[in-house]
């Protein structure tokens, strides 16, 4: 298979039925735009069982998708011995415990250095995958877990268990705010008609569903558990923006910074010194490629991370005594 071309297979899930099918396509293959699918739909490089669709077709669950299409924004990328974490490995799947500041897929700006270059040094294999098999990805500076397959079979199976969301996984994150209680954010992301680097959310958009959590809080910020029931990209960090309680660091959907009053100067440092968004994939589940069984992953909290979090205790405990 070349990996200049996006070459999937799989069946739209039964939650899709009564959609257009443009629509179902976008949750079931969330990886490309709204606009791209349309595009390769509209010039016959998509089959819905064995025939040629219109975006518009009313789908009823279960279809069997096969898309190939040319990917116009391809590169070359070469193995590089970069150091990876491997949280877990067997002959099918990998499972990857990603630094901050590692971005995942070669692109305009970063033609070399990611994690796609670091797997196909760790597996040549995997040269022959889209994208080296990465099944999601996550941000340049989100720190944790996320899966590989290391073949076209397994690609397919995780691809497909990402759209009918039998992947779970869980993240915790640092807000700004005090939080009362955990809740949910129902909220369609679109990209931002302006700002492309930017996710909004509009009424046009992807349905997006973000739960958060409690864990702990302090005098102006809150830790908080946060699980997905979909994987828009930026989907953390602009919902919990949306409802009022950014990511500590995030420099897109961030707040000014703003030092609590009485705050050490060592507490100020450390907040000033946390450049990048407080968001940690921690706990990963999938169904196993190949037998169904369910393997769970878990990464701990990194060192920037846990000393934010005492930090942020530090200031607490000193502001009650």
Same mark, same amino acid.
């Given at each position: 298979?070349?990996?200049?071309?996006?070459?999937?297979?799989?069946?739209?899930?039964?939650?899709? /039925?009564?959609?257009?099918?443009?629509? @179902?396509?976008?949750?079931?293959?969330?990886?490309?735009?709204?606009?791209?699918?349309?595009?390769?739909?509209?010039?016959?490089?998509?089959?819905?069982?064995?025939?040629?669709?219109?975006?518009?077709?009313? #789908?009823?669950?279960?279809?069997?998708?096969?898309?190939?299409?040319?990917? #116009?924004? @391809?590169?070359?990328? /070469?193995?590089?011995?970069?150091?990876?974490?491997?949280?877990?490995?067997? !002959?099918?799947?990998?499972?990857?415990?990603?630094?901050?500041?590692?971005?995942?897929?070669?692109?305009?700006?970063?033609?070399?250095?990611?994690?796609?270059?670091?797997?196909?040094?760790?597996?040549?294999?995997?040269?022959?995958?889209?994208? @080296?098999?990465?099944?999601?990805?996550?941000?340049?500076?989100?720190?944790?877990?996320?899966?590989?397959?290391?073949?076209?079979?397994?690609?397919?199976?995780?691809?497909?268990?990402?759209?009918?969301?039998?992947?779970? !996984?869980?993240?915790?994150?640092?807000?700004?705010?005090?939080?009362?209680?955990?809740?949910?954010?129902?909220?369609?992301?679109?990209?931002?008609?302006?700002?492309?680097?930017?996710?909004? #959310?509009?009424?046009?958009?992807?349905?997006?569903?973000?739960?958060?959590?409690?864990?702990?809080?302090?005098? !102006?910020?809150?830790? #908080?558990?946060?699980?997905?029931?979909?994987?828009?990209?930026?989907?953390? !960090?602009?919902?919990?923006?949306?409802?009022?309680?950014?990511?500590?660091?995030?420099?897109?959907?961030?707040?000014?910074?703003?030092?609590?009053?009485?705050?050490? /100067?060592?507490?100020?440092?450390?907040?000033?010194?946390?450049?990048?968004?407080?968001?940690?994939?921690?706990?990963?589940?999938?169904?196993?490629?190949?037998?169904?069984?369910?393997?769970?992953?878990?990464?701990?909290?990194?060192?920037?991370?846990?000393?934010?979090?005492?930090?942020?205790?530090?200031?607490?405990?000193?502001? @009650?005594?």
């Amino acid at each position: 298979m070349s990996s200049t071309r996006h070459k999937r297979e799989l069946r739209l899930p039964p939650q899709a /039925a009564g959609r257009r099918l443009d629509q @179902a396509l976008a949750d079931a293959l969330p990886e490309f735009s709204r606009s791209r699918l349309k595009r390769w739909i509209d010039g016959g490089m998509l089959r819905v069982d064995g025939r040629v669709p219109r975006p518009r077709d009313i #789908v009823a669950g279960g279809e069997r998708i096969a898309l190939d299409a040319p990917d #116009v924004d @391809a590169v070359a990328p /070469a193995p590089e011995d970069i150091p990876l974490a491997i949280a877990y490995e067997d !002959r099918d799947v990998i499972v990857i415990d990603k630094p901050a500041g590692l971005v995942v897929h070669p692109g305009a700006g970063n033609p070399a250095g990611t994690l796609q270059n670091a797997l196909l040094a760790h597996d040549r294999r995997l040269a022959k995958l889209p994208r @080296a098999g990465i099944v999601h990805r996550l941000d340049k500076d989100t720190t944790g877990l996320l899966i590989v397959a290391r073949s076209e079979s397994a690609r397919t199976t995780l691809a497909a268990a990402l759209a009918e969301r039998a992947i779970h !996984r869980e993240y915790q994150a640092i807000c700004v705010g005090v939080m009362t209680a955990g809740g949910k954010v129902d909220a369609p992301i679109d990209r931002h008609p302006v700002d492309r680097l930017r996710m909004t #959310v509009r009424a046009s958009g992807r349905e997006a569903i973000t739960h958060y959590r409690v864990i702990e809080r302090f005098r !102006r910020h809150t830790w #908080v558990r946060v699980t997905l029931e979909t994987g828009r990209t930026h989907q953390i !960090r602009l919902h919990l923006s949306h409802v009022g309680y950014p990511l500590v660091g995030d420099p897109v959907y961030g707040r000014r910074l703003v030092i609590p009053r009485g705050a050490t /100067a060592a507490f100020a440092e450390a907040l000033r010194g946390f450049r990048r968004q407080a968001l940690h994939a921690a706990k990963l589940s999938f169904p196993h490629p190949r037998d169904g069984r369910t393997v769970e992953v878990e990464s701990k909290l990194p060192a920037d991370f846990r000393a934010l979090i005492a930090a942020l205790k530090r200031d607490r405990d000193a502001a @009650a005594a």
